[in-house]
């Protein structure tokens, strides 16, 4: 059965700090990955998916993702964090997603 | 264009009540997808309709939940005798084809059940 873990439950950055946030994945086959960010009372929106291909995925927002089969990683890293990346993040794999708890992330002014 | 719609967006009922929740999906998606979020969790995946019929159904938690797509288009999710084990978020996505192509899914802004 595929599952995905994410770490940490709570990250409070400084604006203009380095952000990585942590997902660990099981998946039987060649993993179809994403990373979704959930502000409060909106949607789920896509910020990056990974197929197949070059390992490192950008995406919106200036949010990047490395896979890394190795390790059954698919982090999610921004270099400079602004206040409106506050939010819920959550990874997510295969086709029937399958969702990681996600991580709140916290920017200080 | 319209994103996924989801009605109502809050609904509380009454224990044992029977509810519907419905989805409108984005036009011309052929995928549709329900998931449930409780509080603090992420979205947990209930049932995957690709066109009218139901193609994975593995996630309803029990047989008083029920999902219906009868064009292709509008989903209704249905839940019978209600609990207050059932209070979530209920999440609807779609897509353009099949979830095991990993297509992207599109959410709606879900409908918020209470059940008192």
């Known amino acids: 059965a595929q599952s995905v873990t994410q770490p940490d439950i709570h990250i409070t950055v400084s604006e203009g700090a380095s952000l990585e946030l942590r997902c660990n994945y099981s998946?039987?086959?060649?993993?179809?990955l994403f990373w979704y960010v959930q502000s409060p009372g909106q949607g789920l929106q896509l910020l990056l998916k990974?197929?197949?291909?070059?390992?490192l995925v950008q995406g919106i927002k200036g949010f990047e993702a490395e896979f890394k089969r190795s390790q059954s990683s698919f982090n999610l890293r921004k270099p400079s964090v602004h206040w409106s990346d506050a939010a819920e993040y959550f990874c997510?794999?295969?086709?029937?997603?399958?969702f990681g708890s996600g991580t709140q992330l916290t920017v200080l002014p | 264009g319209a994103g996924v719609s989801q009605t109502p967006s809050n609904k509380v009922t009454e224990k044992g009540k029977y509810v519907e929740l419905r989805c409108d999906p984005i036009?011309?998606?052929?995928?549709l997808y329900w998931y449930r979020q409780s509080l603090g969790q992420g979205p947990e995946f209930l049932i995957y309709?690709?066109?009218?019929?139901?193609?994975?159904d593995s996630g309803l938690p029990n047989d008083r939940f029920f999902a219906v797509r009868p064009e292709g288009s509008v989903s209704t999710l249905k839940i019978q005798r209600t609990e207050r084990g059932d209070s979530a978020v209920y999440l609807c996505?779609?897509?353009?084809?099949?979830?095991?192509?990993?297509?992207?899914?599109?959410f709606g802004p879900g409908t918020r059940l209470t059940v008192l």
């Open positions: 997510a794999v295969g086709g029937q997603l399958t």
């Open positions: 996505a779609s897509s353009l084809s099949t979830g095991t192509t990993g297509n992207e899914q599109f």
């Open positions: 990974y197929f197949s291909g070059d390992t």
């Open positions: 309709f690709q066109g009218t019929g139901a193609a994975d």
């Open positions: 998946y039987g086959a060649t993993p179809y």
């Open positions: 036009s011309g998606h052929t995928a």
